[in-house]
T-cell receptor, first 119, second 107 residues
Framework: GAVVSQHPSRVICKSGTSVKIECRSL??????MFWYRQFPKKSLMLMAT?????????EQGVEKDKFLINHASLTLSTLTVTSAHPEDSSFYIC???????????????FGDGTRLSIL | GQNIDQPTEMTATEGAIVQINCTYQ??????LFWYQQHAGEAPTFLSY????GLEEKGRFSSFLSRSKGYSYLLLKELQMKDSASYLC????????FGAGTTVTVRA
């Protein structure tokens, strides 16, 4: 079945560091990928929709200059947390759905997530 | 957008059956997913309903009634490994997640 690979699985770094997280679709082409963050015991919150070859669409309240998204190919999207601070510590998860045209019935498949800890 | 509502917690005994109800209110609707999420892990896909009725997959079944804005996930022959959070997720191109129902299976 469809597989999404997310890397790294865990990052611990100092405040002020920029951190890049990669999300790859391994056996299908993903025109659209989604980035979520999840706080402990809370639901996933959509941060942005990453569209191949175009700018990402950010949800309200998400700083686009803080969370840079690049979707340069049909199999790779990256999320860069710039100048990370302790409040950015969270579980970040990407998901991907293959080319659907007008059909959005395919389930989204999630990466394994990245646990980001900013000291 | 979508408003998803499901119970916060449920507890059941190993071997039993548990039904997790979910109600939704949507401005657009293109099906409903159920995902399982173990603590510290990413969600995994369980089921998808876009038409009314019951979809059965082994020990797990999911039901949808579009007219009532209602779905449920039925877990049969519960096993300890089924202890997890179960997410009711509306599909309106973007996914709308419920807060999840934490199911605890006891011996």
């Amino acid at each position: 079945g469809a597989v999404v690979s997310q890397h790294p699985s865990r990052v611990i770094c100092k405040s002020g560091t920029s951190v890049k997280i990669e999300c790859r679709s391994l056996d299908f082409q993903a025109t659209t990928m989604f980035w979520y963050r999840q706080f402990p015991k809370k639901s996933l919150m959509l941060m942005a929709t990453s569209n191949e070859g175009s700018k990402a669409t950010y949800e309200q309240g998400v700083e686009k200059d803080k969370f840079l998204i690049n979707h340069a190919s049909l199999t790779l999207s990256t999320l860069t947390v710039t100048s990370a601070h302790p409040e950015d510590s969270s579980f970040y998860i990407c998901s991907a759905r293959g080319p659907t045209g007008v059909n959005s019935n395919q389930p989204q498949h999630f990466g394994d997530g990245t646990r980001l800890s900013i000291l | 957008g979508q408003n998803i509502d499901q119970p916060t917690e449920m507890t059941a005994t190993e071997g039993a059956i548990v039904q997790i109800n979910c109600t939704y209110q949507t401005s657009g609707f293109n099906g409903l997913f159920w995902y399982q999420q173990h603590a510290g892990e990413a969600p995994t896909f369980l089921s998808y309903n876009v038409l009314d009725g019951l979809e059965e997959k082994g020990r797990f079944s999911s039901f949808l009634s579009r007219s009532k804005g209602y779905s449920y996930l039925l877990l049969k022959e519960l096993q300890m490994k089924d202890s997890a959070s179960y997410l009711c997720v509306g599909n309106d191109y973007k996914l709308s997640f419920g807060a999840g129902t934490t199911v605890t299976v006891r011996a």
